[in-house]
DNA sequence: CTGAAAGCGCTAACAA
DNA sequence: TTGTTAGCGCTTTCAG
């Protein structure tokens, strides 16, 4: 009770294997005969025939396989994208590979070796340091690639990014149109090119609005964790002080603060205001609930497919840059200053 | 510039195709003279070969791929559950596919044809309805398959679930020592093979220890969902009452109570304690924290993973049923009944 | 429009 | 211990 071949299907269609496949085939379907095509069509159904895509891949070189580089899995940033991404290659026919670097270079090296010799087609990475050699050599090497959430540097690579700048400006104005001045900035590791953005993006905003620019006011974390953001916003309390609001690179930085208010008997939103960055699952049902940037996580990851499909299909096509408008949801956690 | 293949590095070496087969195959090395093999090996990394599993996978009928069958990566169960999966799957070689199913048979279906079609050594199914036909059918085509989260009832499947009886007994067991006498349950969906689970252990578990077993006070939610978790306790307020304490039937419906909490100015844990099931991430971060039964989701994932390749290895091994311990974590959100 | 033949890259008998 | 041969299931020239 062996799984039926194209030959057996060509046996019993009484055609060759070579016609039957042509026939199977949507796109040589046009070489055959209507009527027989159609026959070949109806004995394959009727024997439960289904092509077998590594044969197919053999021989075309082709795996209708594509890597999904990601840190980690784990992060509630990325199983969204990863959907979205899901969602377009499925109809195409593709599947993802999925692998998790838990941002170590010699473990994303690793990984993408296995992805390569496993013959993805192309390689959506979703990782994010700014030095990324390893990036820089798959593009020598004509891998089809593109780039979700960071922009690379000097690489021309088609990227697919928030509009983190713009989402800082809304975090900034919004704090801003409720009085605040002294703004500081909880800004994500300085090896991310992400937090760099951002961090920019918000000493950018603060002057151009003309809110207190105090560089003391911006701190890199060094994780995008609860703990390392409970760390900064300790030392600027405890070396700066007087804000009365903090941006925080990312939503987990933003919790770290929450922590902070508690250890400190900081009530927020009154004595301080937070803004996160993502808006990540169930912010809404923390106390208070926490004003964010929210990112369109699942249409980043299907933009990045649809791109990546396309740069497989034709190979010359220019890189292409592509950021989507982030928005605003303002919860409890963000208040007029006392 | 195409990537070497097995041909290449035999040439280089000077040697037939098929030895250097044998030489660079860890499992066949032994049929090779030692020198050679060290030379072939030596060859083949100089030119950088790595071997194209889809060629091999032709010819051994094996594509060292498994298949994921999960409802929905974006539920944040999952994520570590894969995570746990893909740790023991990579040293063993093996790469694991993911499908999303929504829960929905129809779709479950095409994505198990999906990953058929990709020819995936075995599945590892993390849908839980309880009626399912097509795990019926795969099982008795044979397709090695290990069930998480749930005992397939009836088939002789290997499964690896969490103990949810005893999660239950220790949450009810929590609230009793806190003076709960009278105790609702909010039970997950009635197709659902956990859901019925915790319900009947739960009913168990009061009448056990002498508590009210008033069957009124269980009630089954439509769906594992915020939403329905809150109208399963604004129904249970309505019509029933007296209760003090509730034992949801996972996080999500716990989270639904405290909605309802913050509608009708109940106050948790003073006049009411919920414990949760699951320890979703975060949760420490509501208000209050929510006490709730931890999973060993990774450890599941894991141990899920074993048991598939074990089956793959050993088609004719019985199939196995494991439960893994719980954890009763104290948060917030239970106190002694005022 | 269809059949014949070759071969993708690799491994598994079998023979030497 | 190594080479020969054949073939996994499919697609793709090339003839017919």
Known sequence: MTTPTLRDVAHAAGVHPATASR???????????????????KVAEGLGYRPNPIARGLKTAKSATIGLVIPDLTNPLFPPIVRGIEDVLEPAGYSGLIVNTDNDPERERAQVELLRSRQVE??????????????????????????????????????????????????????ASL????????????????????????????????????????????LWTE????????????????????VAGNDLIALGCYDVFAERGI???????????????????????????????????????????????????????????LSLVVRGSTAAVG
Chains 1, 2 share one sequence.
């Not at 991310?192 to 961090?199: A, C, F, I, L, Q």
């Not at 390392?228 to 600027?236: E, F, I, K, M, Q």
């Open 122 to 175: 192309g390689l959506i990475v979703a990782t994010a340091l700014v030095e990324h050699p390893l990036l820089e050599e798959l593009h020598r090497q004509r891998v089809p690639m593109v780039m979700v959430n960071r922009r690379p540097a000097g690489l021309d690579v088609s990227s697919i990014t928030p509009d983190d700048a713009g989402g800082i400006e809304m975090a900034v104005d919004h704090l």
């Open 267 to 325: 009530s927020c939103p009154r004595d301080m205001s937070v803004v996160g960055f993502n808006d990540m699952a169930f912010l809404d049902k923390l106390a208070p609930p926490l004003t964010t940037i929210a990112i369109p996580h699942q249409q980043i990851g299907a933009e990045a497919a649809r791109m990546l499909l396309e740069a497989i299909a034709d190979p010359s096509r220019p890189a292409r840059t592509v950021q989507l408008p």
């Open 23 to 41: 026939a199977l085939n949507p796109a040589t379907r046009g070489l055959v005969n209507a009527e027989t095509a159609r026959r070949v069509i």
């Open 179 to 222: 009085g605040h001045r002294r703004i500081a900035h909880l800004a994500g590791p300085s090896e991310t090119s992400t937090g760099v953005t951002r961090s920019r993006a918000f000493t950018n905003a603060v002057r151009d609005r003309g809110l207190d620019d105090d560089p003391a006011l911006v701190l890199a974390c060094d």
């Open 227 to 246: 703990e390392c953001g409970a760390d900064g916003l300790r030392t600027l309390l405890d070396e700066v002080g007087g804000f009365t609001a903090v």
